[in-house]
T-cell receptor
Framework: SQQGEEDPQALSIQEGENATMNCSYK?????LQWYRQNSGRGLVHLIL?????REKHSGRLRVTLDTSKKSSSLLITASRAADTASYFC??????????FGSGTRLQVQP | EAGVAQSPRYKIIEKRQSVAFWCNPI?????LYWYQQILGQGPKLLIQ????????DSQLPKDRFSAERLKGVDSTLKIQPAKLEDSAVYLC?????????????FGPGTRLTVL
């Protein structure tokens, strides 16, 4: 079974708007990572947040982590058409392998 | 630096046939992963190597799937015999450290269709 579940499953916004995706997980984690997957391509690492961190920024990306609620969110500000992709959260539970969620499909309309 | 290479990119086979996928990780990366990604789902780990030794193969269907990493570099994943439910994208990834806090770099994947 998958550790993380993203919400929503699909999201469609206009260019320039912000996009927020959420991830919930079930067990304690060491860290949580977000990846992007463009259609027909492999996954690209975006950002990692450790269990003792609450917020992290990278360019137009902002990630939050609430370990008490076992949830994380990924915010993409000022979205662009090139941000169209699927976004996955992945959790490190200490078993030395990442467990991926089912992903959020983001469509940014130009 | 060159990324993770995979071949073939696409493969169509009949059920009960066998198929093999190849992966060449980023030079110097000791850890190599094979994931299965079914349409609409996230990647699921099949097997993880550290150099040429297996770290985790708990989710590998060993009655039909096998994988090896000779000399701790390239790796092959084989399915024999294939079933319809094996239709998926098979992703290879590599990282430079065993700890999962190190970034995993993914190849483009092999899309397998079993008819």
């Amino acid at each position: 079974s998958q550790q993380g579940e993203e919400d929503p499953q699909a999201l469609s916004i206009q260019e320039g708007e912000n996009a927020t995706m959420n991830c919930s997980y079930k067990t304690s984690i060491n860290n949580l990572q977000w990846y992007r997957q463009n259609s027909g391509r492999g996954l690209v690492h975006l950002i990692l947040i450790r269990s003792n961190e609450r917020e992290k920024h990278s360019g137009r990306l902002r990630v939050t982590l609430d370990t008490s609620k076992k949830s994380s969110s990924l915010l993409i500000t000022a979205s662009r058409a090139a941000d169209t992709a699927s976004y996955f959260c992945a959790t490190d539970t200490g078993r030395r392998a990442l467990t991926f969620g089912s992903g959020t499909r983001l469509q940014v309309q130009p | 630096e060159a990324g993770v290479a995979q071949s073939p990119r696409y493969k169509i086979i009949e059920k009960r046939q066998s198929v093999a996928f190849w992966c060449n990780p980023i030079s110097g990366h000791a850890t190599l992963y094979w994931y299965q990604q079914i349409l609409g789902q996230g990647p699921k780990l099949l097997i993880q190597f550290q150099n040429n030794g297996v770290v985790d193969d708990s989710q590998l269907p060993k009655d039909r799937f096998s994988a090896e990493r000779l000399k701790g570099v390239d790796s092959t994943l084989k399915i024999q015999p294939a079933k319809l439910e094996d239709s998926a994208v098979y992703l290879c990834a590599s990282s430079s450290l065993l700890a999962s806090t190190d970034t995993q770099y993914f190849g483009p994947g092999t899309r397998l269709t079993v008819l």
